[in-house]
């Protein structure tokens, strides 16, 4: 019990560790579609969140809105290569394609610091999960 319950913290430890690396260090490997859905998605202080807030001001800040674009392409990339536990490989394929043309795009319109684009991509990625979720979440 007591040796499992060490290994238990072990394993928490391992997992915020994980998270606290920069990106730019998991680059080399495809991070698993719960680790994605993490990063990008869940809460405000995720990548999604953030460029939400960013877009949210009256100058947004575009090299912060860039540099996230970025992160979510990559792992809009990654999301692609993973193989849900439900639902159609054909489903799935189309899914992940439209989350990353809606990635790229955010990416293209922050660097341009096109606002209304940036919004209009950022809405799209929003509306993304039930969708998605729908066809795929679960087993
Ligand atoms: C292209 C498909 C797809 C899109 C788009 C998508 N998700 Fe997911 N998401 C999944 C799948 C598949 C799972 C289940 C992963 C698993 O259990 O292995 C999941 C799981 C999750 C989870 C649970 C993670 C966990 O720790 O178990 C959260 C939170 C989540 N998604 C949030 C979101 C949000 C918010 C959005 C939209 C902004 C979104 N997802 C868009 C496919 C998608």
Known sequence: MFQFSRFVVGL????TL???LPSSAEDD???SIKEIMTKAH???DAILGKIGKDLAAKEPDWADVTKLSKELVGLGASL???KPTKGEQESWDKLTKSYNESAKALLAAAEKKETKDAKEAHKKLSGSCKGCHDAHKGK
């Open 12 to 15: 928490a430890l391992l997992a």
């Open 18 to 20: 994980a998270f606290a």
């Open 42 to 44: 869940k809460g405000g």
């Open 29 to 31: 490997k495809d991070p």
């Open 80 to 82: 692609a290569k993973n």
